[in-house]
């Protein structure tokens, strides 16, 4: 399990390791919570098999690199509204693809979001030597499109009618930034 120990704090977020009542409360958003709203936005054309809480709780062990949590849990007044995380693309060219997810709906459009995904970007590049750091979505999503934009990620690719939600075609979109461009953005 990763350690609950505070990874970084914004002025209305932390990001911390997750304990077990973290989890708890987050495998009720992704799995349990009757409403689902935030899998009508985070790759609702992906089909997701629903886990054991052990499953659940087994995947927040995963590190991307020694010492460097694949995820960390988003805790804002108090309580975990969701979490951010990353995974390989490709180890050879150190490409990182990265996500974010806020359960609570409550948090949605008030720059939560926002400041966790950023505080996340900073920790990677600079706990890390990644060169580069992608994010994939789909065109529907225009809030996380959005977020990415205002960080300093590049549209990358958009491939056209490539996903389906509710009967109607969405584009595909990737968006990326280099470690130079972090740097650039923060005055490194």
Not at 39 to 51: A, C, Q, S
Not at 56 to 65: A, C, L, N, P, V
Request: glycine share 8%.
């Amino acid at each position: 399990m990763t350690s609950s120990h505070l990874f970084d704090q914004g002025n209305k977020v932390v990001l911390k390791g997750a304990t077990n009542k973290d989890i708890e409360e987050l495998y009720f958003w992704k799995f349990e919570e009757k409403e689902q709203e935030a899998k009508k936005w985070n790759g609702p054309y992906i089909p997701e098999d629903k886990m054991t809480k052990d499953e659940y709780q087994k995947d927040w062990e995963k590190e991307i690199f020694p010492d460097i949590p694949a995820s960390l849990v988003i805790i804002c007044e108090g309580k975990p509204i969701g979490y951010v995380g990353a995974y390989w693309v490709d180890k050879n060219t150190n490409w990182l693809e990265t996500g974010i997810v806020i359960y609570d709906s409550n948090f949605w459009n008030g720059g939560f979001g926002t400041e966790a995904y950023e505080l996340w970007i900073d920790y990677l590049f600079t706990s890390t030597d990644i060169h580069r750091l992608g994010m994939s979505t789909w065109s529907g999503n225009t809030r996380m499109v959005k977020v990415a934009d205002k960080l300093g990620m590049k549209e990358e690719a958009r491939i056209r009618d490539a996903r389906m939600v509710n009967g109607e075609y969405f584009d595909a979109i990737k968006m990326g930034i280099l470690r130079k461009e972090w740097e650039e953005i923060k005055g490194i």
